[in-house]
């Protein structure tokens, strides 16, 4: 029994080591450097970015400087930068950054808001939890005017499902944009996805219909589709339930800080220096 006990133990521990070693992408002297600290390093360089979506040329030079990082704190450590009294100095002052941040996160992790308090936040503002008008469109992005007469001149006579497969039919022949291939489809979307002109000329349309004119944008010249418009609709309670109670909770922090703050400062010795006193007349 003792051996199978050791057994399993070693087999857990030898799963749990290959895990840890498939993340780790490179080791200096002896450190290792993870799939965890890039995604890091990406994310503290651009927000929403992620390292496994960069390229292999990105990827090997986000390694690069994670290796770079760990050698010049290496080189630091030997020069004796933390025995330097500006590094030292630097310290306290992110230890008192952090100090507050920890403090703050408390403050916000401790405020609660209920189910009943989101529901009735919903209910009074029902107005402000809408989904826009959207509308399903298609395009054909050409480079002259000229050439977006003639496909609207072909279009002209044509109604109905006749129209559709028309349009797409030449959406795949000419148009230059990368939705060509797919029949001109721009899928479905708000208007304030789209540049003012374009944006402007879909919303004149009727469902089921063409542009008589050229659209010009930055972009070229563009016969637009209308497939339909969708109106605006009311978002269910569920779907907005999370983003209510995280704004309440924003809410209700600020004003428990700010009540505390002013308490502080009420209790506090404040000697503002940097206000002189008027010269004497």
Known sequence: MLKLVKTSLLTVAVMATS???????????????????????VAAAQQGAHFAQLDKA?????????????????????????NDPEFKAAIE??????????????????????????????????????????????????????????I?????????????????????????GPS????????????????????KAVWALKDGTVTLEAVKTQFGYHVIYLEKKNPAIALPYDAVKEKIIQSLKQKQFAVKVAEVAKELKSKAKIVDTS???????
């Open 180 to 199: 060509g291939p797919k029949g001109g489809d721009l899928g479905t979307f708000t208007q304030g996805q789209m540049v003012p002109e374009f944006a």
């Open 152 to 176: 609207i001149e072909e279009l002209k006579p044509l109604k109905g499902a006749a129209l559709k497969e028309k349009f797409v039919v030449l959406a795949k022949a000419k148009s230059t």
């Open 275 to 281: 206000k002189e006193a008027a010269p004497a007349k």
């Open 93 to 150: 002052k992110i230890k008192e950054e952090l100090l507050v941040n920890v403090w703050m996160k408390k403050q916000l992790d401790s405020t609660l808001v209920s189910d009943s308090e989101a529901k009735e936040f919903y209910e009074k503002n029902k107005d402000k939890f809408k989904q826009p008008e959207t509308v399903t469109a298609s395009h054909i992005l050409v480079k002259t005017e000229d050439e977006a007469k003639a």
């Open 19 to 41: 895990v840890v070693a498939s993340d780790i992408l490179v080791t200096v002297n002896g450190k290792n450097i993870t799939k965890q600290d890039a995604e890091q390093f």
């Open 58 to 82: 990105q990827q090997e030079m986000i390694k690069q400087r994670l290796v770079e990082k760990i050698l010049f704190t290496e080189l630091a450590k030997k020069e004796g930068v933390e």
